[in-house]
């Protein structure tokens, strides 16, 4: 395991805490403000005067989700999926040996995908790829590592291998990105070294309504706390079960300190869109692309709407003629396979 | 664009994928004495038209180029890329899509707006694992004895630096800044060294074109943003 890095700093970021004034209306939400390279690493490179890059830095595991925003990452589980997906202008692909639609259908327990499938996959593409982790399994973590993989999920939609701690991310030079429910959920997993935060959704279903429920309640979280004095914090942190300082962070960006996409339940172009509005940085795509009627058109359908997220007349366009969409699942207790979103601690 | 007018210089910063919100918000923090400055998100050919300027960030590559092009804005692009009296920087990605030639290129290619004398290559240094910080000496700056923080992620590499590329007239190629060897991937650090190849060039001005292979976006350091303001929009002769 590579050493951890000491330039995380999240706290301390804030290069974007006021909305950018810009010119164009069509920008309701405030810039996703994320890690900045840390000023600790300019005074402590200057001083001892060396001359060599330094890797693993939060500033470069939180940058690289900062390029990834406004962008697609799509599901894919070989390389002539993960071709199909660059080709329609996928920001980066997840690997992974099944999607969740067929975890659910199949059942057993869910795990990190063959390295092997993950290397034909890294060499079949030029940009970004992914690879699931099982909660709290960081030997599966390690070995991704080993392999060069540019970020690491540590999913609910894999069976989760520890009950009470998820990784500690800090120890690691590849990235995290990791899902949440809440804001409480998403400082706890920051804390734990994420560079990066999606919504949990609810994978696999096709369904929209648990990836806006959980958007709505961190904006909702985050809305509160932004209006609190310092007293009220720490009480609203105990309530959250979140770091003071993280949360404290929170307040002030009046938004995650991190980039925030949406993800579990993604189908249309419109549900891209309707997350993109809520006020997410960019979406993730499992099942909804590759297994509906026609995943070209689809896949493609999806980066323009996260593109054109504010222009309705483009969306219409854009969602026509695109064949059957993956069918859908009601979530209720009877749901194959269970809520996945309850996972996690 | 006159230089003793003092109506606002709108930069457009292309919005179709990546850190386009963190350039807008330094362009933000930029006040220049006499010259306004004023940001605009372009995602549409009608965007583009209000600019003085335009700023490609980071992001994908085949992502910004593949939406271009499925917007009807890709020749569009070109177009503005390739004409000399156009200022446009391209950061990282927008680097790779300004740059005349590139190597690294997803399968069967892809779509580069061109405009800058120069060959890149794509992930130069290799995967996220080999993204690095390092501090830069850019003498060019405003208060250059304080160093630039460099963020390089997946950087692309630039391989060769062509001066006549744009056009046949005499358009000043500018070496703005170099990242010391010890930063270069092992294969390449001797040929560098030895001083046969130069792989070291991280930041280039040529006429009113700009690139930078790092990402000035994700620093609160307005700098480099002044620069391109001042010698590529405004044309301010260096050290003003």
């Given at each position: 395991m590579s050493t951890p890095s000491t330039d995380f700093a999240p706290a301390t970021s804030s290069p974007l805490a006021a909305p950018a004034a810009?010119?164009?209306?069509?920008?309701?939400?405030?810039?996703?403000?994320?890690?900045?390279?840390s000023a600790a690493l300019a005074s402590a490179k200057a001083a001892a005067g060396s001359s060599s890059g330094t890797m693993g830095t939060f500033g470069v595991k939180s940058g690289l989700a900062q390029m990834l925003k406004?962008?697609?990452?799509?599901?894919?589980?070989?390389?002539?999926?993960?071709?199909?997906?660059?080709?329609?202008?996928a920001c980066a692909v997840m690997a992974?040996?099944?999607?969740?639609?067929?975890?659910?259908?199949?059942?057993g327990v869910a795990r990190m995908s063959d390295p092997q499938m993950i290397k034909e996959i890294q060499e079949a593409v030029?940009?970004?790829?992914?690879?699931?982790?099982?909660?709290?399994?960081?030997?599966e973590a390690q070995i991704l590592q080993a392999i060069g993989i540019d970020y690491i999920d540590e999913s609910e939609v894999l069976t989760p291998a520890d009950e009470q701690h998820h990784i500690n991310k800090h120890a690691f030079k590849v990235p995290f990105v990791c899902g949440c429910r809440n804001l409480g959920e998403a400082l706890r997993r920051i804390s734990e070294g994420a560079a990066m935060i999606r919504t949990k959704g609810e994978a696999g279903t096709g369904n929209v309504v648990e990836a806006v429920r959980h958007m709505r309640q961190v904006v909702s979280d985050i809305k509160r706390a932004s209006v609190m004095g310092e007293e009220e914090l720490y009480a609203f942190a105990k309530e959250l079960q979140a770091p003071f300082h993280l949360l404290k962070e929170t307040a002030r960006l009046k938004r995650l300190p991190c980039v925030n996409f949406a993800a579990g339940g993604i189908a249309t172009p419109a549900d891209a869109a309707l997350m993109m509005q809520l006020g997410c940085d960019g979406v993730f795509v499992g099942s909804g692309i590759?297994?509906?009627?026609?995943?070209?058109?689809?896949?493609?359908?999806?980066?323009?709407?996260?593109?054109?997220?504010?222009?309705?007349?483009?969306?219409?366009?854009?969602?026509?003629?695109?064949g059957e969409p993956m069918v859908g699942l009601t979530i209720d207790k009877d749901l194959k396979g269970g809520m996945y979103a309850g996972r996690g601690w | 664009m006159s230089n003793d007018t003092p109506e606002k210089i709108i930069i457009g910063v292309l919005a179709l994928q990546g850190a386009?919100?963190?350039?807008?918000?330094?362009?933000?923090r930029i006040s220049l004495p006499s010259h306004p400055i004023a940001s605009l998100l372009v995602r549409t050919a009608e965007d583009l038209a209000q600019c003085a300027a335009l700023i490609i960030p980071g992001g994908e590559s085949t992502t910004i180029a593949s939406v271009a092009a499925r917007t009807g804005m890709l020749q569009l692009l070109k177009d503005t890329c390739r004409d000399p009296s156009k200022p446009v920087w391209g950061t990282c990605a927008g680097c790779i899509l300004l740059a005349k030639e590139a190597t690294g290129l997803k399968k069967g290619g892809q779509e580069l707006f061109g405009g800058m004398g120069v060959g890149v290559r794509r992930n130069g240094y290799g995967t996220q694992l080999e993204?690095?910080?390092?501090m830069l000496d850019i003498p060019g700056l405003r208060e250059p004895e304080r160093p630039f923080a460099g963020v390089f992620i997946r950087a692309p590499i630039i391989?060769?630096?062509?001066?006549?590329?744009?056009?046949?007239?005499?358009?000043?190629?500018?070496?703005?800044?170099r990242v010391p060897p010890s930063c270069l991937p092992a294969e390449l650090q001797q040929e560098a060294e030895s001083g046969t190849t130069d792989y070291t060039v991280v930041a280039m001005r040529q006429g009113k074109k700009f690139v930078t292979t790092f990402h000035p976006e994700l620093t609160k350091d307005e700098r480099l943003h002044e620069f391109f303001i001042k010698r590529c929009v405004l044309e301010l002769p260096a050290g003003k």
């Open positions: 810009g010119t164009n209306g069509s920008a309701p939400l405030p810039p996703s403000g994320a890690g900045t390279p406004g962008g697609v990452i799509m599901d894919v589980v070989n390389a002539e999926q993960a071709r199909i997906a660059e080709e329609a202008g992974l040996e099944r999607v969740p639609a067929d975890i659910r259908a199949q059942g030029t940009i970004p790829v992914m690879a699931k982790v099982r909660i709290g399994h960081f030997v590759f297994h509906s009627g026609d995943p070209v058109k689809r896949a493609r359908a999806i980066v323009q709407a996260v593109t054109h997220y504010n222009n309705p007349k483009i969306l219409a366009e854009i969602s026509m003629d695109l | 386009f919100a963190e350039h807008q918000a330094i362009l933000s993204s690095f910080e390092v391989e060769h630096v062509d001066p006549s590329a744009p056009s046949s007239s005499s358009i000043e190629t500018e070496i703005v800044a």
